[in-house]
């Protein structure tokens, strides 16, 4: 790529830039804080609901749309409206007009070509540069939901320049999104953070309030530690057994790790606790071989949905939680169920109407029919699903969960079961909490297990921000115990990105409580196909051979490289071996490590640091450089640093040959970060790779500044 025409053209646009006065002084006082989600058009024409991409605004004067889209009101308020598009058209935005002003929505049409990849080059003065692969045929700039003039963007030679704002040196944190599509489909997109209108190029700027720079640690209150044994109260009844009783884990015992710098040490920047509300006092449900019942140890059968559990602290005991992980600078996201209530809830006792029926029109019980009846199936006798497509069950209901936020100072929610609640319950709770604070920074993940399709739908400005990426992981869990291609996994990588944005927040997960221990699998203890749970109940199970160490390093290396947020079940680290429900929840262990634990935690925290620490790893654009067999080697580059990733996913050793894009600057060596061998000949830009057995590799050409 010949760039002295680009920097040509940039040092135009950078006399433009500084002779630049503020271009966005007419927009609403509201709604420019958050950047707002594309809008994917999968049918033509399509409805939209205004609340999905801006949530505080009920209604608007009008939508008008830009490049031959045709806008229709389909309410006199145009809270809904219908959107058209050319068939020829891929990317453009509608802008949405009130009082006089105006916002804009991208809008994306049609599919990803993944040989269409750009990135950021580098930047001058205000100037970002952006490398493309191929030449785009139209591209998009964005700041906040701000649309930057087209006369503000110089494109030569596969490569163009965006000038920065002068509206964002007002603002704290904004970013720069650049959205461009070609002859073959849809790029990529480019996520620049800004701080006071200046390009962040050190992760050492941002903080817990940035998602992208997240490290989620899933735990379970009565199964981490026991901070305060004066709450415990095990059920001690023997129709239970000890597995499925409380053990003791509380919040005090949280706060203490925190202040022992347990997560600190690990490298944690958001902790997501299991349900904190009052569950019942007696045993439910029934297993059988073995026969037992079970406590509401994990939280998920909610008595009182605005009462803390005794079991698990007082109300003092939550505040001093969440304080001490915010001096920390760590967030807390709580776990909330909205799906269902116990049926001994005085909630449910004063409205026995509120739920959906246990019975269909067939006779047959509407239990555990998660896809023929997803919105109305109970999870179980006791525990009702509610008729939340009801106004007057969903508006208290949504109250609920909002007191958590306006009573406590936690940080977002992992919402349970979402693909089971209705769109408006999500609707009505977004709205909600962003009018009542729209100064907080919440962020919101949920559970869905389901098409990228069905998971998406719930991922828009005004429902939650992302979902955790089960197709990814269940992805992932096949294709590394099969010592399979590793291109399935980058395909999966590509469908996801497609789906929901380069720079999603999607969690990617190393396992969660619902789920056999992946080192298990990895490891050959469990058979992918006999039944974890009861697996767990009759043996004990291990990690197997060894090789699930590797494994699982294997996965905490992609989690950390990949895009998405890392999210580390408790236990992990350290590859805690199990089968499923309840095998999965033992009592977290702190120390006692034997070496090949201690090893793993070891390579865990430097993985951590190392994604904290980069920030190709954070907001780099990726590109995959090869694929083949059990190879798969990939690079992230921000603003000329980059990390190439390569992975062997074999028994045998492999190599790998793969070019360097024209455009990133060689003036910064790469280095190993785990020893492996490679070469690379800048005259050709040819990197060579040599993997041993299921291992990885990491390069690094950073900022000496940002390593």
């Given at each position: 790529?010949?760039?002295?025409?680009?920097?040509?053209?940039?040092?135009?646009?950078?006399?433009?830039?500084?002779?630049?006065?503020?271009?966005?002084?007419?927009?609403?006082?509201?709604?420019?804080?958050?950047?707002?989600?594309?809008?994917?058009?999968?049918?033509?024409?399509?409805?939209?609901?205004?609340?999905?991409?801006?949530?505080?605004?009920?209604?608007?004067?009008?939508?008008?749309?830009?490049?031959?889209?045709?806008?229709?009101?389909?309410?006199?308020?145009?809270?809904?409206?219908?959107?058209?598009?050319?068939?020829?058209?891929?990317?453009?935005?509608?802008?949405?007009?009130?009082?006089?002003?105006?916002?804009?929505?991208?809008?994306?049409?049609?599919?990803?070509?993944p040989s269409c990849r750009m990135y950021t080059a580098g930047a001058m003065l205000k100037v970002v540069t952006v490398a493309a692969e191929q030449r785009p045929e139209r591209i998009v700039a964005m700041w906040q939901n701000c649309r930057l003039p087209d006369d503000g963007i110089v494109s030569v030679e596969g490569a163009f320049g965006v000038i920065v704002p002068k509206d964002a040196r007002e603002t704290e944190r904004s970013c720069l999104r650049i959205y461009a599509a070609g002859e073959k489909g849809l790029y990529n997109d480019v996520l620049v953070p800004l701080s006071y209108g200046r390009i962040v190029r050190d992760p050492k700027q941002l903080n817990r309030h940035d998602p992208q720079t997240q490290v989620l640690y899933s735990l379970m209150i009565d199964r981490f530690q026991n901070g305060n044994p004066a709450n415990d109260a095990p059920l001690n009844r023997p129709d239970v057994r000890p597995e499925v009783d409380y053990m003791g884990g509380d919040l005090k015992g949280i706060t203490d790790k925190i202040e022992e710098g347990f997560f600190d040490d690990l490298g944690v920047t958001t902790i997501w606790i299991s349900p904190v509300t009052q569950n019942p006092r007696d045993a439910w449900g029934q297993n059988v071989d073995p026969d037992t019942r079970f406590s509401g140890y994990h939280g998920y059968w909610p008595i009182y949905t605005t009462r803390i559990d005794n079991r698990f602290g007082t109300d003092a005991e939550l505040r001093e939680l969440l304080a001490t992980a915010h001096d920390h600078g760590m967030n807390v996201i709580l776990d909330y169920v909205a799906n269902h209530l116990h049926i001994d809830s005085p909630v449910l006792q004063e409205h026995p109407d509120w739920t959906t029926s246990m019975y269909l029109p067939d006779g047959r019980r509407n239990l555990e029919l998660w896809d023929e009846q997803r919105l109305t199936t109970w999870f179980d006798v006791h525990i009702p699903t509610l008729d939340l497509e009801r106004e007057e069950v969903c508006d208290p209901m949504t109250d609920s969960a909002l007191y958590w936020v306006a009573n406590y100072d936690f940080d977002g929610f992992r919402h349970d079961a979402c693909k089971h609640i209705p769109e408006n319950y999500w609707r009505m709770l977004c709205r909600k909490m962003k009018s009542r604070f729209p100064d907080r920074q919440l962020w919101q993940i949920g559970e869905t297990y389901g098409s990228p399709e069905l998971i998406g739908s719930y991922v828009k400005s005004g429902m939650i921000d992302a979902q955790f990426d089960f197709n990814f992981y269940h992805t992932a869990i096949d294709v590394l115990r099969e010592d399979a291609p590793l291109k399935r996994i980058a395909d999966e990588v590509a469908t996801s990105e497609a789906a929901y944005g380069s720079h999603h927040t999607m969690g990617n997960i190393t396992g969660n409580h619902d789920k056999a221990r992946f080192i298990s699998l990895a490891g050959g203890a469990l058979s992918p196909w006999e039944d974890h749970k009861q697996a767990g109940w009759h043996r004990e199970v291990g990690v197997g051979d060894p090789v699930g160490y590797r494994k699982l390093a294997l996965l905490q290396a992609l989690i950390m490289t990949l895009p998405g947020v890392p999210c580390i079940y408790q236990g992990d680290e350290y590859g805690q071996p199990g089968a499923n429900d309840p095998d999965n929840r033992h009592m977290m262990?702190?120390?006692?490590?034997?070496?090949?634990?201690?090893?793993?935690?070891?390579?865990?925290?430097?993985?951590?640091?190392?994604?904290?620490?980069?920030?190709?790893?954070?907001?780099?654009?990726?590109?995959?450089?090869?694929?083949?067999?059990?190879?798969?080697?990939?690079?992230?580059?921000?603003?000329?640093?980059?990390?190439?990733?390569?992975?062997?996913?074999?028994?045998?050793?492999?190599?790998?040959?793969?070019?360097?894009?024209?455009?990133?600057?060689?003036?910064?060596?790469?280095?190993?970060?785990?020893?492996?061998?490679?070469?690379?000949?800048?005259?050709?830009?040819?990197?060579?790779?040599?993997?041993?057995?299921?291992?990885?590799?990491?390069?690094t050409a950073l900022n000496p500044k940002t390593k």
């Open positions: 790529m010949n760039m002295k025409p680009l920097l040509l053209a940039c040092c135009g646009l950078m006399l433009l830039a500084g002779c630049q006065s503020r271009l966005f002084r007419d927009v609403p006082a509201d709604g420019n804080g958050q950047p707002v989600y594309p809008l994917r058009l999968h049918e033509n024409p399509q409805r939209v609901l205004l609340t999905d991409y801006y949530p505080r605004w009920e209604e608007a004067d009008s939508v008008t749309g830009r490049d031959g889209i045709v806008v229709t009101a389909a309410a006199d308020d145009w809270s809904a409206f219908d959107v058209a598009a050319p068939d020829e058209l891929r990317l453009s935005t509608l802008d949405v007009w009130r009082g006089g002003r105006s916002l804009s929505i991208v809008v994306l049409k049609g599919e990803h070509d262990r702190f120390d006692g490590y034997d070496e090949a634990e201690q090893a793993q935690r070891e390579l865990t925290r430097e993985l951590i640091a190392l994604r904290r620490g980069s920030m190709p790893l954070l907001y780099g654009d990726l590109i995959t450089l090869h694929t083949e067999g059990n190879c798969w080697v990939f690079v992230r580059e921000y603003m000329g640093e980059y990390v190439v990733a390569a992975f062997n996913n074999g028994a045998s050793a492999c190599g790998a040959s793969c070019t360097i894009p024209a455009g990133f600057p060689l003036s910064r060596p790469m280095e190993s970060r785990f020893g492996s061998e490679f070469g690379f000949d800048a005259e050709t830009r040819t990197l060579t790779l040599r993997l041993e057995p299921y291992s990885f590799e990491l390069l």
